[in-house]
């Protein structure tokens, strides 16, 4: 069996590793490998990107869904979530407000709702990338067809965020009703990839059933599909879902996984996400020191925020995101890095680099 140093520093210098080895390297995993790749992954993070922190504003716009994942707590079979959408009008004076505060990047992230027809988001698009030409619009409202997502790009958006959630169909299963396919979701990752939306898949850590093996198959996955963006987070259990009595996802783990990640996808944006700032108090902080360069602050408004509940205990729902700002402001300048107004695109989209980043 391969000695874990040696897998670390292929790890290190090839940025590729095999599944056996990826699994070896979870399974044996000690305090010095982990502090070691979380140096290594930071430092390639500086390579590209400096102390730059970027940031997201996170506008959840609707918690209507019509799936009723099994983790999530705004799945459509959860009778006791209070149901809300904002308006289009509401939609864009929250990214005025937001632009007002620096952010560079709108995130319209929500359910599947289908109360927002294509022409509506189309027009919601529109008018923020209208009134702020600078601004990359994000979306992340699940899967659609390709003519949906084509719409939706000619309408100026930038980006999509769509986790895979699970590369392994079996586990997918268990994680999922019947009705909803991996390999759909893993089709409309590549159908945005080629209409040329800067594109994020990722996955829980720690979502029930998951197995190293699986983790390592979402690591594969992810080197194959080669998005620009990469979004890992705890699993936090929500009372009112079918996982309500699972165990919530390791930090350790978590921290682990964004330092691999960061290594095997050198120049990927990878936020140190809102779960993981949940389950630890300087939960974020520890994500950048161990490779993440992203964060994603909440930008709803102030009166639906505890609505959008994945999971339960979500920080930051208590705040006006102006607060959420200085707050951060303070955490990410005491672990010496910086909050910046930028749009914070992929460096691939601006230097040309190859996949490896090399
Ligand atoms: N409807 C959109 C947005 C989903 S919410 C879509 O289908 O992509 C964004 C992400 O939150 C999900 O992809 C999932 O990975 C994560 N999430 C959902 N429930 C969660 C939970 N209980 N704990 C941690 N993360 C969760």
Redesign the pocket.
Known sequence: MADIRDIADKLVSTGELTRDEIVILLENRTPEIRQDLAKKASSVARKYYGNKVYVRGLIEFTNY?KNDCY???IRCGNKNAERYRLTPEEISECASYGYGLGFRTIVL????DAFYTDDMMGRIIKTIKAEHPDVAVTL???EKSYESYKAFFDAGADRYL??H?TADFGHYAKLHPANLSPANRQNCLYNLKKIGFQTGAGF?VGSPYQTYENIADDLLFLKKLDPEMIGI??????KDTVFADFKAGELELTLYLLSIIRLMLPTVLLPATT?LGTIAPNGRELGILAGANVIMPNLSPLGVRKKYA??DNKICTGEEAAECMECLKRRVGSIGYEIVTDRGDNIKYLTGLTKEGR
Do not use: D, K, V
């Open positions: 869904c983790y999530c707590g992230q929500g359910g599947e992340s409202i699940g769509l986790r959630e829980m987070g705890p699993f936090i259990p929500h779960a994945l999971y």
